[in-house]
Nanobody, 122 residues
Framework: QVQLVESGGGSVQAGGSLRLSCAYT?????RGWFRQAPGKEREAVAH???????SYSVSVKGRFTISQDNTKNTVYLQMNSLRPEDTAMYYC???????????????????WGQGTQVTVSS
């Protein structure tokens, strides 16, 4: 059983940075970050394959960076230049295998964390 634990959320002013962590993601799993703002559907943010290839949503590309430390079975999401519209509950997810163009589909991930709140004030 894979149990994902997110940490690192908090409140920050626009332009600031936060780093999210997600522990207990096995190194041979694909890892992803999703977010859900109040009143909106959950959306994909970024993903990283076991070999290290990454994908990002258009809204965060160039500002967010996903990375992994397989020695710690942990995936990170470095968020820079944060904007008020980045405010959401952030979830990490894990699935077995490799994802290409389907990386943003929730159904591709078998395991989900409980989420960590990120609030960006203007």
């Amino acid at each position: 059983q894979v149990q994902l634990v997110e940490s690192g959320g908090g409140s920050v002013q626009a332009g600031g940075s936060l780093r999210l962590s997600c522990a207990y993601t096995p190194s041979n799993y694909v890892r992803g970050w999703f977010r859900q703002a109040p009143g909106k559907e959950r959306e994909a943010v970024a993903h990283i394959n076991p070999a290290g290839t990454t994908s990002y949503s258009v809204s965060v590309k160039g500002r967010f960076t996903i990375s992994q430390d397989n020695t710690k079975n942990t995936v990170y999401l470095q968020m820079n230049s944060l904007r008020p519209e980045d405010t959401a509950m952030y979830y990490c997810a894990a699935g077995y295998g490799y994802l290409g163009s389907s990386w943003s589909r929730e159904s591709e991930y078998s395991y989900w964390g409980q989420g960590t709140q990120v609030t960006v004030s203007s």
